[in-house]
């Protein structure tokens, strides 16, 4: 009798990835931004060429075009705009943006997102968010050799969907391609997971300059498991500096500033801010004025902040079923956690010191680099494994304006579910569908995410269609929602985008501005992308052959199959990318029900216990 | 119309109790397993597979992890397998004491008492804890229908209790 194990498809070529490919992790911030690559188990953060690690999150846009990002950024210019904070306004309208900036805002057609007013003309967070990411892979491929394959992008864990899209649009026009949006909090528990081993019952604390995540995560063996999340996408350290600035303003009493002295009002209440980190007062001054700022003073303006910050703690614990008392270790993150009075806090709360031994400005980058690699194929087998959440709930509209829950928050990802509606009205043959995604009864207060319609219903008494709702989300978070009649089988889906006023030709504009000159690039770029996915396929198909060739396919069928591979193994030696494709796309039809009999095979060894047990016992 | 069982999903006992660390070891194996990260270099049919396939652990381990949830599926399965008909006929006995419990939860919401919060925890506690005894012997009886009945009496008191935090969360916040 031949005996053969069956290894699972994803580990059997695990040792057969061609080349290593190159992949970092960014943490988008709202203050600073930084890139970290990977290596042999080891993220690193690049530095810029002085050595800089943080990149601000500043780009000055200057008349006639020109920008500058960082540094070189924050010193104005006549007559040019700088543009801090923007993440603020990533996937937001006028009417979410409820403070003092210092720049000037434009309303965008139909409540879509903000455009922001500059020397150079309106310009979108997006672009903002673009031309950081591009000064940040910069250094990457100067400073640390090259090209990228792909990237991971930290987001706050809070940030809803239209959030992650706008910043998804930022990477397509900086022309990255993004492996995964990861949460903050997660990132940093990766990097605290892998790096210093911590295990157990873990919150994240991370509270950056414009935003608050909190994640409550069990660490086990390498798998990280988020349990809840929760926090405020709009509260960070800038809420802080501009309630030091609000508080000079009174109490010197002037008023209606002109924003480049707003601006610069902010930058001394943030550096007011750090100096109370060492010392218990400080001066601040507003021309002639000026006065003594203390510690005491900051924790006043400061504590109604921290206190909105463990409410959110409060709440994940209870989502999670856990006291304050299970928690094995909090871990601080985001540069807002320096501040004493905010780790005392902590402290108080969880009754236990705070570890913050990563830099907690860093350990996010260096979370996602290493996730970053995983994702792009060059770890296997032993690489963590990440098991995130659903921020948000997500729900359809029903009658009278409710928001009924689909998949409620902190649901695991991928996710799947689904509900029966039905007709409201004799003979109805068409149904729309409105898809949300908030905590409210109402969708009035929640955020609109997608759009589509069910036609063609075969009229009825009202009551009788049957309507299934599904809700599929994958590992990215993307959801794709389909609508399907029961009885008569027809279907309508759709793919959730939301792009929130920047409609499609917006992005794909900004793309072209930005790859221009690279046309010809491109084209060598799309042949040598087509020659790694048929090499990917071939060598796939390859191993799978050898496994189970011989037990799962006919002598005919398995011919069938080494010939197309052999075509494509020419086709990709050649230079036709549209031949390679077609070759490709060829071979994958075809082994298609292969697979599938290698997943079923897989499958039913799995659930009678019997493959795990085979692979406790691998070497 | 069948109904995917999840204790074989994830290769427990089906039952009303269970050994909740094997049920996390489970779970985390089959992941580490199937997980779409892991299929990153596969093609689009594994890749589609994979998602399916980690959808149903994660609905197979968000139900088994919560005890009437779990119940739920468990009567479920059985009332699907036997085809028994479950019927939900109520003695008036309990509802009569459901309302009596409610309208204290009410009150307690117009004036707090922390003393009488503790007393009704505790009756709802000890009736919930009463309920499981009668399910587990029901069910160790093959009385499919019985034990269904007793089910949807805790049911009643899961929702109580939920209301009971929810009020206690409203006293902490304030």
């Given at each position: 009798m031949v005996l053969f194990?069956?290894?699972?498809?994803?580990?059997?070529?695990?040792?057969?990835?061609?080349?290593?490919?190159?992949?970092?992790?960014?943490?988008?911030?709202?203050?600073?931004?930084?890139?970290?690559?990977?290596?042999?188990?080891?993220?690193?953060?690049?530095?810029?060429?002085?050595?800089?690690?943080?990149?601000?999150?500043?780009?000055?846009?200057?008349?006639?075009?020109?920008?500058?990002?960082?540094?070189?950024?924050?010193?104005?210019?006549?007559?040019?705009?700088?543009?801090?904070?923007?993440?603020?306004?990533?996937?937001?309208?006028?009417?979410?943006i409820q403070h003092q900036l210092p720049y000037v805002l434009q309303d965008a057609a139909k409540g879509g997102m903000v455009n922001i007013d500059t020397a150079t003309g309106p310009?979108?967070?997006?672009?903002?968010?673009?031309?950081?990411?591009?000064?940040?892979?910069?250094?990457?491929?100067?400073?640390?050799?090259?090209?990228?394959?792909?990237?991971?992008?930290?987001?706050?864990?809070?940030?809803?969907?239209?959030?992650?899209q706008a910043t998804r649009a930022a990477a397509?026009?900086?022309?990255?391609?993004?492996?995964?949006?990861?949460?903050?909090?997660?990132?940093?528990?990766?990097?605290?997971?892998?790096?210093?081993?911590?295990?157990?019952?873990?919150?994240?604390?991370?509270?950056?300059?414009?935003?608050?995540?909190?994640?409550?995560?069990?660490?086990?063996?390498?798998?990280?498991?988020?349990?809840?999340?929760?926090?405020?996408?709009?509260?960070?350290?800038?809420?802080?500096?501009?309630?030091?600035?609000?508080?000079?303003?009174?109490?010197?009493?002037?008023?209606?500033?002109?924003?480049?002295?707003?601006?610069?009002?902010?930058?001394?209440?943030?550096?007011?801010?750090?100096?109370?980190?060492?010392?218990?007062?400080?001066?601040?001054?507003?021309?002639?004025?000026?006065?003594?700022?203390?510690?005491?003073?900051?924790?006043?303006?400061?504590?109604?902040y921290i206190e909105t910050t463990l409410k959110a703690?409060?709440?994940?614990?209870?989502?999670?079923g856990l006291a304050a008392a299970d928690v094995t270790d909090v871990v601080l993150v985001g540069g807002s956690t320096r501040t004493p009075r905010v780790q005392q806090k902590v402290q108080e709360f969880f009754g236990r010191a705070p570890l913050c031994s990563i830099n907690p400005d860093e350990v996010v980058a260096l979370g996602a680099a290493l996730q970053a690699d995983v994702l792009v194929g060059n770890k296997y087998g032993d690489a963590a494994l990440l098991l995130d959440v659903m921020p948000l709930s997500l729900g359809v509209e029903t009658m009278g304006g409710l928001m009924e829950k689909i998949i409620p928050r902190n649901s695991t990802i991928p996710v799947s579910r689904a509900q029966e509606f039905t007709t409201y009205k004799d003979g109805q043959t068409a149904m729309s569908f409105s898809v949300f995604q908030g905590e409210r009864e109402l969708v009035s207060d929640c955020r609109s995410l997608a759009h589509f319609e069910l036609r063609g219903i075969p009229p009825m008494v009202a009551g009788a269609a049957r309507i299934k709702v599904s809700f599929q989300v994958d590992a990215d978070g993307l959801l794709e929602v389909q609508a399907e009649e029961m009885t008569s089988g027809i279907k309508s889906s759709t793919v959730v985008k939301p792009s929130f006023g920047l409609v499609e030709h917006d992005i794909l504009d900004m793309?072209?501005?930005?790859?221009?000159?690279?046309?010809?690039?491109?084209?060598?770029?799309?042949?040598?992308?087509?020659?790694?996915?048929?090499?990917?396929?071939?060598?796939?198909?390859?191993?799978?052959?050898?496994?189970?060739?011989?037990?799962?396919?006919?002598?005919?069928?398995?011919?069938?199959?080494?010939?197309?591979?052999?075509?494509?193994?020419?086709?990709?030696?050649g230079a036709d990318a549209v031949l390679i494709e077609r070759l490709t796309e060829t071979l994958n039809n075809q082994s298609r029900d292969f697979a599938g009999r290698r997943m079923d095979a897989g499958i039913k060894t799995a659930l009678a216990g019997r493959r795990l047990d085979a692979l406790g016992e691998k070497p | 119309m069948s109904v995917t069982d999840f204790f074989a999903i994830l290769d427990m006992p089906a039952g009303c109790q269970l050994d909740r660390a094997l049920l996390d070891e489970q779970y985390r194996k089959r992941q580490a397993l199937w997980h779409p990260d892991r299929y990153v270099n596969a093609s689009e049919t594994e890749k589609m597979q994979a998602l399916q396939h980690t959808s149903l652990l994660n609905d197979a381990y968000t139900i088994l992890k919560h005890p009437l949830r779990r119940a739920e599926h468990l009567l479920e399965l059985r009332l699907c397998e036997s085809?028994?008909?479950?019927?939900?006929?109520?003695?008036?006995?309990?509802?009569?004491?459901?309302?009596?419990?409610?309208?204290?939860?009410?009150?307690?919401?117009?004036?707090?008492?922390?003393?009488?919060?503790?007393?009704?925890?505790?009756?709802?506690?000890?009736?919930?804890?009463?309920?499981w005894q009668l399910i587990e012997a029901e069910i160790a009886k093959h009385d499919w229908c019985s034990a269904h009945l007793c089910l949807q009496k805790l049911q009643f008191l899961y929702k109580l209790q939920e209301e009971l935090n929810h009020l206690e969360d409203r006293w902490l916040e304030n």
């Open positions: 194990t069956i290894a699972e498809p994803g580990q059997g070529r695990a040792r057969q990835v061609i080349k290593r490919k190159r992949a970092a992790g960014i943490d988008l911030g709202t203050t600073n931004s930084l890139i970290a690559i990977a290596k042999d188990g080891k993220a690193e953060v690049i530095a810029d060429v002085h050595g800089q690690r943080l990149l601000p999150s500043v780009v000055q846009y200057r008349a006639g075009g020109s920008r500058t990002v960082g540094i070189d950024a924050m010193s104005p210019l006549p007559g040019a705009t700088i543009i801090s904070s923007s993440k603020r306004l990533l996937g937001r309208g006028l009417a979410d310009v979108s967070p997006v672009q903002v968010a673009a031309d950081i990411l591009q000064a940040l892979v910069e250094r990457a491929t100067t400073q640390a050799g090259g090209e990228l394959d792909g990237v991971v992008i930290t987001v706050p864990a809070y940030f809803d969907e239209p959030q992650r397509r026009i900086a022309g990255l391609n993004v492996l995964r949006l990861l949460n903050e909090p997660t990132a940093a528990a990766v990097a605290y997971g892998l790096d210093q081993q911590l295990q157990g019952t873990i919150v994240i604390y991370d509270l950056g300059g414009g935003t608050f995540d909190v994640s409550l995560m069990r660490l086990h063996k390498g798998v990280f498991e988020v349990l809840a999340i929760g926090g405020d996408s709009a509260l960070g350290g800038d809420d802080i500096d501009r309630a030091i600035a609000d508080w000079m303003q009174k109490s010197s009493g002037s008023s209606g500033m002109p924003v480049e002295d707003y601006r610069q009002l902010l930058q001394q209440a943030r550096a007011a801010k750090h100096a109370l980190t060492t010392v218990t007062t400080t001066t601040v001054r507003i021309g002639a004025w000026q006065a003594e700022f203390t510690r005491s003073t900051l924790h006043e303006l400061m504590d109604s703690c409060r709440r994940v614990l209870r989502d999670a793309i072209k501005a930005s790859i221009e000159s690279a046309a010809a690039d491109k084209a060598l770029r799309t042949l040598r992308e087509r020659q790694v996915e048929a090499q990917r396929h071939i060598e796939s198909l390859k191993a799978a052959l050898q496994q189970d060739g011989e037990s799962l396919l006919s002598v005919d069928e398995k011919h069938k199959l080494e010939q197309v591979m052999q075509e494509l193994t020419v086709a990709a030696a | 085809g028994d008909v479950a019927v939900s006929k109520l003695e008036p006995a309990f509802l009569l004491q459901q309302l009596e419990l409610r309208e204290e939860l009410e009150e307690l919401g117009l004036q707090r008492d922390d003393a009488a919060f503790a007393r009704l925890r505790q009756t709802v506690a000890a009736s919930m804890a009463q309920h």
